[in-house]
């Protein structure tokens, strides 16, 4: 049985990764899996829910670690866990800093490694930081490209991909929402008087590290005053758990009835909470990419984005940090049927919930060859 080696660290790898190596174990490769340990907590209660039980269990998170630090740690490990085995193929996933290094881990090794949504480029070397460039060197060290669109694929090819090795799968954060959205659900005590408050709900999340500060404060506004100036809405801010977030978000948003501040949410809670939502604030990846499954707008809060398939079918809209800009499209969407239904009509163009088994014939193809 050929062994393949999963590696993932942060709560959006582990959404993605999981249908994938569902997928490996249904059609006969040994999926070995490899979690970093980049993010913790959160990545504990996703491990449950997709029942994934981690071979290799590295414990690289310090508090106020720095990217250096961080980027050392991992490597170091990496030799060890690459010393001790050998396997047939490494699959990594998108643009964290554990892909780039269990892409480069591949290389050194002389694995064979596969990327899963692979050639998203912003073409901005500091937005997302330090995404952009994990993902493109992720890229160069990669053996089998899974772009999630043609738009992704294209990339690829400017850059001098040879077209053999590229596979365009769609995303699997699909597969995943749609798996995850037929599992029984009862919404926790704490999100039940949001989910019946009748109001329509804002659906907010923002962590990137381009807007700390002063962009952030400006977002933070802009929610102040929609639901201010909007009296049926109602925000829901699951705050990540960055210090910095947390400072400006009790600064400027605590204490107003109609704006619920929690911890993340499980998945479960996030993706119903989504499906309950009237509309999107944020300035995440995979978010941009569920929300059109859902038929929910997204107000991206950045000022470039990697995910422009979304732009062109109208899901999605870019708003930046601008305060006045959240505000006044915000407010045309929770006030404006028409502007509402434009953005809701499409399909998602990210995918159609079957790439993870497009992405494990692909290996298995590769690895009989
Ligand atoms: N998500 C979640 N709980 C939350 C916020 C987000 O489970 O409170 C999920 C969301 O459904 C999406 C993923 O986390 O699949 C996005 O992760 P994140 O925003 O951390 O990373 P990015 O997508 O920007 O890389």
């Known amino acids: 049985m050929k062994k393949v080696l999963f590696i993932f660290g942060t709560r959006p790898e582990i959404i993605k990764l999981a249908p994938v190596i569902k997928a490996a174990d249904g059609e006969g490769l040994r999926a070995v899996v490899l979690h970093t340990g980049q ?88 937005s997302p930081f330090p995404e952009e460039i994990n993902r493109r060197l992720a890229g160069s060290l990669t053996d089998l490209h899974f772009p999630p669109t043609e738009l992704s694929r294209k990339n690829l ?30 919404a926790p005590d704490a999100l039940k008087p949001v989910f019946k408050s009748g109001k329509k709900i804002i659906l907010v999340t923002s962590h990137r590290r381009e807007s700390f500060g002063e962009p952030q404060r400006r977002v933070f506004k802009a929610l102040l005053e929609i639901v201010e100036f909007v009296e049926n809405s109602m925000v829901l801010f699951p705050v990540h758990p960055n210090p910095n977030v947390i400072k400006e978000v009790s600064e400027i948003l605590k204490n107003h009835s109609r704006i619920h501040l929690c911890s993340p949410l499980g998945y479960l809670d996030f993706i119903h909470a989504m499906e309950k939502s009237e509309l999107v604030l944020s300035d995440s990846g995979g978010v941009q990419e569920e929300a059109p499954s859902l038929k929910k707008p997204v107000l991206v809060l950045r000022d470039v984005t990697e995910r422009p398939e979304g732009l062109d079918s109208g899901a999605l809209k870019l708003v930046g940090t601008d305060d006045e800009k959240i505000f006044s499209e915000a407010v045309k969407l929770l006030t404006d049927k028409g502007a509402y239904a434009e953005m809701t009509k499409n399909p998602n163009p990210y995918g159609d919930g079957r790439a993870s088994l497009r992405i494990i014939k692909s290996i298995k193809l590769f690895l009989d060859e």
């Open 157 to 186: 090819l400017k850059e001098g991909v040879n077209p053999k090795n590229i596979h365009v799968t769609g995303n699997t954060v699909i597969d995943a929402l749609l798996w995850a959205l037929k599992l029984p659900y009862e």
């Open 39 to 126: 993010h913790r907590e959160i990545a504990d209660e996703m491990l449950r829910l997709f029942q994934i039980h981690p071979d290799i269990n590295l414990d690289v998170m310090r508090s106020n670690q720095t990217l250096f630090s961080l980027t050392s740690r991992i490597l170091e490990n990496f030799e060890r866990v690459f010393n001790a085995e050998k396997y047939d193929m490494i699959v990594v996933q998108g643009d964290t800093t554990s892909a780039f290094l269990g892409a480069l881990a591949g290389y050194y090794s002389k694995t064979p490694v596969a990327h899963v949504e692979a050639g998203l480029r912003s073409n901005d070397k500091f």
